[in-house]
């Protein structure tokens, strides 16, 4: 027979790290966003906003969106290929995560073209992996 103590301990511990986790991932959407309304440089500010769009995709759709529109806006306006790359990217796992199916495929082929113009295997790699999730 198990421990009631024992069991009580184990759930208290998972409380404790799942309420640290979210405090982590707080502060780091909180730095994030710091740094998108302090950074001078376009390309510091695109990346910044990519890892923002990141951070929300599981969790807030919506505003994934929002920040993954800005950095196509700003990687197309400095022909940033790459950021703009890593925009179509994410842009492609959020719609996959709401359903959008066609739109996620479309936006992950978007990427890996611009990948492949790059040459950048990690890149094509990954939107080839994020693809897959589609025929497992």
Request: glycine share 6%.
């Amino acid at each position: 027979m198990p421990n009631p103590l024992n069991r009580l301990l184990g759930i208290i511990a998972l409380l404790l790290l799942s309420a640290g986790s979210g405090f982590t991932q707080q502060t780091k959407t909180d730095s994030l966003t710091v740094l998108v309304n302090s950074a001078t440089n376009d390309k510091i500010k695109i990346d910044a906003l990519n890892a923002l769009s990141k951070q929300y995709y599981f969790v807030d759709f919506k505003k994934s969106l929002d920040y993954n529109k800005k950095v196509v806006q700003l990687a197309k306006k400095i022909n940033h290929t790459l950021g703009l790359a890593d925009a179509y990217n994410i842009r492609g796992v959020i719609y996959m995560n709401t359903g959008k199916n066609s739109l996620a495929i479309a936006n992950l082929n978007k990427a890996v073209s611009l990948y492949q113009k790059l040459n950048n295997q990690s890149g094509i790699a990954n939107c080839y992996a994020n693809i897959g999730v589609f025929y497992i």
